[in-house]
C-alpha cells in the first residue's frame, strides 16, 4: 500500500482504526503516521465539543412558536407532552449547548479544510510509494524546466507542444522504471525503458537542434 | 436655378477631390493586398556526387522529395516573404549539399511569412536528411539512406525498397505505405504511425502515446518490434502471414483474432488478457508488439 491508496481510505481508518495493511503502512510512513494522530487529535476533540445536554428548552419553544405563528404546525403539535416543563431554572442555566454547537460546527470545519487540504510530505521514494509515482514524475525536471524555457524564447509556437511531450515521456520512464524493478528479468520492460529514453533522447536531439543558432 | 448650380459647382471640387483621394487611396491598398507578399520562386540544379548526402533544413511550409535520374539534384522552391531566404552550401567534393531556410537578421518573420515550399528531385544513390518544424515532409521513390524529422509536420512515405529508413516525429502522424525490404527505425511521440504494406529485416516502432496501425504480412523473414507507452498497436495480418508473434502489455489489455498456433516454449508464461504469444504459417518473422498501457489487437485481414 502506498500513500495515495492509505489516504484514499483514511476515513474508514479514522472510523475504525483500519486493517492490517494499513497498520503496516503507518508502521512504515511516518508521514502517514502524523496524519492519523492529527486527525484523530482532531476527532476526540470534536467529540468533546459535541453537546453533553440537550438543547436548551427554549430553543425548542422558540421554533415550535415560530412554526405556529407562520401556521406551518398546529397549537401543541411538536410540543412533547411536558417538555417545557421537563427542566429546571439551573439545569438551563449549565447548559452551554450553543457554543457548543458554534464549536462543534468549526472543529468539522477544521477537519475538512485539513483533509481536502492534506498534502503528504515529500519522502525519499521507497518500493511501496513509488508503485504510484508516474503523475509525479510527469513533472518536468530541472532539465526539462530548463529547455522548455529556451523554447519559449526561440519557439513560443512549439513550447507547449514540448511541454506535453516531455510530460508524457517522463511518465513513460517512470512506468517502465518501475516494470523493470518489480521483474528485472522481465526483457518486455527492459525495451519499454529503452524505447522511453530513446523518446526523450529525440525530443532534445529535436529541441537542441532548434536553439541552435 | 442657377444659384443653386453655382452652389453644387463650388461645392463639388471638395467632394470631387476627397472621392478622389479616396479612390486612389483604396486603390493603392488593393494593389498591395492582391500582390503576393514578395513571394520569391527559385529553380536550380545542383551537382552531388555519387553516394553524398542531401541535407534540408526548413521551418513551416512543405518539403516533397521524389526520385529522378542523371547525377543532379534539381532544386524548386518558393519562400512566402522576403523576411526569410534559402542558403545553400555545396562541399568542394560535392558530397555533402545543405539547403537550409532561415530569417534574415533582424526579421521576426509571422508563421505564414517564415514558409518555404521545396520540391526536390533526388538521383538514386543520394543519402537524404529533412529537419522540419511544422512543415510536412513527403517522400516517393527514393531509395538509399534516408532520414526525416519533424517537430509537428506529417511525415509521409511511399514507394522505398531496399533502403535505411530513420523517422522522427514529435506530434506530426507519420504515414509510411508501399515500403519494402527496408531497415525502418520509427520514432514518434505523440504522432499516429501508420503503415501499410511494410516489409524489411528490421522494422522497429517506438511511441510514448501515438498509435501505431499496421496492415501488411510482415514478409521478409525480418524482426517487427512495435512499441508504445500508452498508445494503441493494432495489426492487421493476411492469413498468408508467418509470423511468430509476442503480444504483451503490462496494464493495457491484448485481443488476438488471427489464427495462431500455440507455441510449445515461450519465453513468458502468457497472461489472459494481458500477453498471448503463438505462430502461424512457418513464423518466419519475428513479430513483438509491446506496450505498457495501451491496447493491442491483431486481426485477420
Redesign the interface.
Known sequence: MNCQQFQEVLPFIIESGGKGDDESHLQTCPSCASLVQDLRYIAEQAKLLLPMHDPNPRVWNNIEQSLQREGLLPEGRMSLPGHSQKYSTSQQAKSWTPLGWVMALTAVLIFTVVLINYKPKQLPPTPLSAQNSSAESAQLNSDDQQLISQLSEQAPDERSAYESSLRDVNAYISDAQQAAERDPEDATAQELLQNAYQQKEMLYQMATARSLP | MLETMNNRIRIAPRTRHALLLTAAAGFSFGICMAAPAAETHKEAKLEIAAGGTLNIVNGAGSVTLHSGSGHQILVSYTVHSDKVEVDQNTSDNKQRLELRTHALPNQKPT?DEAKADYDITVPAGVSVNV?T?SAPITVDSLSGDIGL?S??GQISVTNIAKSHLRV?S??GAVGLNNVTASIIDI?S??GAVQLSNVTGPRIAV????GDIHYSGDCSGGGDY?L?T??GAIDMTLPPTASVDLTA?S?SGTVENAFPLREKTHN??VPQQGRSFAGTSNSGSSSVEL?S??GKIRVKKL
Open positions: 508563421a529537419s518544424a524529422s517537430e509537428t522522427r514529435m506530434t520514432q511521440a505523440g517506438g511511441t510514448t502515446s518490434v512499441t507507452h500508452s504483451r503490462t519465453t513468458f509491446q505498457f498501457s
